[in-house]
């Protein structure tokens, strides 16, 4: 394997916890449709897939039904007000998690570059990143409307991150927490290091990652490992 030059980060449950906002924003939605409000832990569950299926998850939870059975067209227009109440308060309580910046300056002081690929809008991404200070350690944000509806776990997405770096699959490590990115890193030949503790259905041990780690201290070691 090439020696590891490049570093695609997910966002959600990786670099930051955004839950509590979208917790918010969920529930202001489903509060003006006279439904139930998701409890914290069960927006942590859902997290992931984009706006679109996190707006459709949670109608399914409301209403204690399959995926399948809710309504396109509910989805379709729930979407865009569930954006902008998110857009209103996403950075009230989202926080990069413990060592994130840290790590990220370790990593750029040994010249790697870095960047985002992420399911998340790429604009509230951007605004997200800028406000926790972090947007100046990545070359590239890859959101989840960037590519005209390609995203995790298509692995086009990660590729596009890995190009717009400059990188190539073998000189790249993708650092994620969820069945989305390890599956994006294996198609696009990536190898793929989790963080334990996001908001994964699975647990990381299960995800068939090339690594694990617990503490974002322990990322820069990893990446080592894996060259």
Do not use: W
């Not at 944000?141 to 596009?160: Q, T």
């Amino acid at each position: 394997m090439s020696t590891i030059t490049c570093v695609v980060f997910d966002l959600d449950g990786t670099l930051i916890d955004s839950a509590p906002d979208l917790h918010g924003a969920l529930n202001i939605v489903l509060t003006e449709l006279g439904k139930r409000p998701l409890s914290l832990a069960e927006v942590e569950s859902i997290v992931g897939d984009g706006a679109a299926m996190l707006v459709r998850k949670a109608l399914a939870l409301v209403a204690a039904v399959p995926l399948e059975a809710v309504d396109d067209d509910t989805v379709a227009t729930l979407t865009p007000p569930f954006l902008a109440a998110y857009g209103e308060r996403a950075v009230e309580l989202t926080r990069a998690y413990d060592g994130v910046s840290a790590t990220l300056d370790a990593l750029a002081a040994d010249g790697m570059v870095l960047a985002v690929c992420t399911n998340k809008p790429e604009a509230l991404t951007r605004h997200i990143l800028a406000h926790l200070g972090l947007a100046r350690y990545f070359g590239a944000v890859i959101g989840g409307d960037s590519l005209n509806g390609i995203r995790k776990p298509d692995p086009r997405h990660l590729l596009a991150a890995v190009t717009a770096i400059g990188g190539t699959p073998a000189q790249t490590a993708m650092v994620g927490d969820s069945i989305n990115d390890v599956a994006a890193a294996r198609a696009a030949g990536v190898p793929v290091i989790v963080r334990a503790g996001g908001y994964s259905r699975v647990p990381a041990e299960q995800l068939g990652a090339d690594a694990i780690i617990g503490d974002f201290a322990e990322l820069p070691a990893a990446i080592v490992r894996l060259t």
